[in-house]
């Protein structure tokens, strides 16, 4: 914008600038106005220079703050000019002056459109730049179809189809129902071939907005976006002028990976290996130079390859190289690096098998606990927090505990909250987490959270053996001359229970226990008074034979406060000095305190309350919006004979709901929309649908007249049916009306998520499901991954977990809605009571328009609770030798096996966690492999397996199962027949038939509601 030769501007510039004070540029600023308004009413006077002129000073009394509230019309009517310098300033004002509300945009929109579809390129990158600006929706309407044209003109140049990309993204993020982009994947696909970078560019800008909206509809765009980014990695034919530090389009490449980021998977081989090999190219290229301006575009590269690399789940090598890279980052001197470095380290925690990795780092990890910059305390304190686990705990609570006495005022909350929870989740043993939790309060007392030592009075109340260890710590902290005040209420709360337990102790007598309490009493609020005198009360009825003096002196302290104004105080001493005058009765009166029912911990909860999520929002603020759960869990059932009637179904327990007594309950008890209701406790009458009958209080109805078979729990009509498997991996067990259809096969996605332990689960257009699991022996934590792919949020979320009866499943509270954009995380606990090759299902639904409601297996199978062990020749054969015939040793003989050799068998047997040993069997057509089963009922138990294979006729083997435990020995035995007989392939053919496989127990699978819906949907 060339302002020489505007004498009255520049003038104008200059006496503003001069003015000594805001009264004399106030004044000095009317009197330009009032000139304006005075020679704008004359405007036939007015030459195109002076109206120019005019418009110009507008704008500068604008960008100073000032109000201009006329001269509008003046400046729209400049865009109608027939010569650039008008044109030019009618454009910039009004994008500036006017918004997408104004009424006189209506009378531009005309000549805006005959500029962008006219011939001068100057004219039309100035419309371009207006819209885009404004990007309001009548603008949208009438002027995206002639946007998307110049677009794809090949008649137009770089510089103008640069800026129509630019503006069609504006007009689709603020109007995407008003743009339509029906059809334009392969224009799109097009635009990615663009030689051009800035075109380019542009065009990626334009494909991220829509595939985050629908990523369906591009896939022919993945390919096209793994060529551009190779070929910017390999610098080919990228021009000077797009090559910053050496790195060629740093932000093209960001791009690009982020658009590859809303693709769920690459399927095609080729274009999977092209990928890895740039990300691999990109990884190895990055390393901390001096040039800040270069570090800052490589950095940016690479953190963007790191998050393709977890979102696409790969190999176990290039996870490690991963946190290889950061950990050289968390290492450096330069702060910004060093965040961003655990900032993505933190990141890594939610891909399966890097934690073991991570851990290589914690040393330098606590380093940065101590870093004089406060952001990067808090990461490393996050990373800290996720990286633990029960082989670690000690040592990060302890630097966590030894940090509190010097961290922040700003961090002490939430460091207090962690380490509470960490001892809590992953304590050794329960006197530890005591040790813990009183040093916690002892150096943060302010900082401690009520809820935290209500938890250890519960675990104290509840473990006898630990009453007396956690009685004597009381006692310890009671001696110090100046503890906090919550110290004093969790030792008052313990002495008054237990200090019994000490009576023969030195320095633990009554009268002692007592005086040590009450020297606190003065020091403390009103809030601390009731527990105190609750413990007095507790310590006179432990004394027995009664002590007059001791009794006398807590006498005049309830008499004492039995005028109190706080009520709850006066309450207290009024009845305790009433109940201590009935002698002896006052043992039955105040004895212990009862057990605490089970519960989810409230510190766990308030953790996934306060959580941060750096990547994408504020889980505070995502759960802000939640509204409380319809979650339901079945309990464990387990019916003595046949089926159960609909009352021994057990009881469903409602986590939303307090207060109910569950233990009293007779009969089953379901939740739905917040209600509670009562099933009716009469059996019903005998019926063909015995499925229906099984979950009849669970509202699922069963198909009419439907009969489960026997074996392997076929639903009839199925068997000649092409892809049986792919239709019912999610069919409903009544009639499927969901209009809603699946993206993916979702059978294909259970058998991955069998072999590996994160990946989705199932997704459609509005939901994405994943999961992330980790196992341990006989214990196993899902968590549900609920992502709302939509701008709109998902309302009447509910979901419903059917055990077998061999699984105890607990999921915990799933939000009624799940916000915009958002993805909420509900941990499913997992314990295997015995071997058994029934799965768990999933019973999911929501509203998004329609009613969606879809039934998924979950990938808690067999071989989750194996865990490989090698075993030597001196170990394996006088075990083998020691387990005689059946029933813990089963033999057969498998036919109708794929074709495969020896070494894909054992790398097959080795993704199941039965680990190959070599050098066992002489013969080398032959197999030994070994594992460790866990569950509750066999703990864990040795399993031996032996294959033996015939070179000339690879369709068949003998097959011998051996372990300790004949249930675990015959469904090991049929498990592995399945996998050897279907192999999950990624193919999209025809299912191969279901395997016909013996019973492993008729009753217990009549009478299990999840393994019969889970027999179904196999």
Known sequence: MALSGMRGLSVFISDVRNCPNKEQERLRVDK????????????????????????????????????????????????????????????????SLLNENHDFLRLAINTVRNDIIGRNETFQCLALTLVGNIGGREFAESLAPDVQKLLISSSCRPLVRKKAALCLLRLYRKNPDVVNVDGWSDRMAQLLDERDLGVLTSSMSLLVALVANNHDAYWSCLPKCVKALERLARNQDIP?????YGIPSPWLQVKTMRALQYFPTIEDPNTRRSLFEVLQRILMGTDVVKNVNKNNASHAVLFEALALVMHLDAEKEIMSQCVALLGKFIAVREPNIRYLGLENMTRMLMVTDVQDIIKRHQAQIITSLKDPDISIRRRALDLLYGMCDVSNTKDIVEELLQYLSTADFAMREELSLKAAILAEKFAPDLSWYVDVILQLIDKAGDFVSDDIWFRVVQFVTNNEDLQPYAAVKAREYLDKPAIHETMVKVSAYILGEYSHLLARRPGCSPKEIFSIIHEKLPTVSTSTIPILLSTYAKILMHTQPSDPELQNQIWAIFRKYESCIDAEIQQRAVEYFALSSKGAALMDIMAEMPKFPERQSALIKKAEDTETDTAEQSALKLRAQQQTSNALVVTDQRPANGTPPVSELGLVKVPSMSNVDHSSADHGVTQANGTLTVVDPQPPEPSADLLGDLLGPLAIEGPPGSAVQSERNLVPGTEGVPNADDALAIAPVGEQTNTVQPIGNIAERFQALCLKDSGVLYEDPYIQIGIKADWRAHQGRLVLFLGNKNTSPLVSVQALILPPSHLKMELSLVPDTIPPRAQVQCPLEVINLRPSRDVGVLDFSYKFGTHVNVKLRLPAVLNKFLQPISVSAEEFFPQWRSISGPPLKLQEVVRGVRPMSVAEMANLFNSFRLIVCPGLDP?????????????????????????????????????????????????????????????????????????QTQPTSAPAALSDPGAMLAGLLH
């Not at 000077?240 to 910053?244: D, F, L, R």
Request: glycine share 4%; charged share 25%.
């Open 923 to 995: 013969n080398a057509n032959n197999l030994v492999a070994s594992t460790t089963f866990y569950s509750e009922s066999t703990r864990a138990m040795l399993c031996l397996i032996r294959i033996e294979t015939d070179p000339a006729d690879r369709t068949q083997l003998r097959m011998t199962v051996a372990s300790g435990e004949p249930t675990l020995t015959f469904e090991l035995k049929e498990f592995i027949k399945e996998q050897l007989v279907s192999i999950p392939t990624v193919s999209r053919g025809p299912a191969p038939p279901l395997p």
């Open 240 to 244: 000077q002028e797009y090559t910053y």
């Open 32 to 95: 330009e106005l009032g000139n304006i308004r005075t020679r704008f009413k004359n405007e036939k006077g007015l030459t195109p220079y002076e109206k120019k002129k005019y418009v110009w000073k507008m704008l500068y009394i604008y960008m100073l703050g000032y109000d201009v509230d006329f001269g509008h019309m003046e400046a729209v009517s400049l865009i109608s000019a027939p010569k650039y310098p008008e044109k030019q300033v009618g454009y910039i004002v009004t994008s």
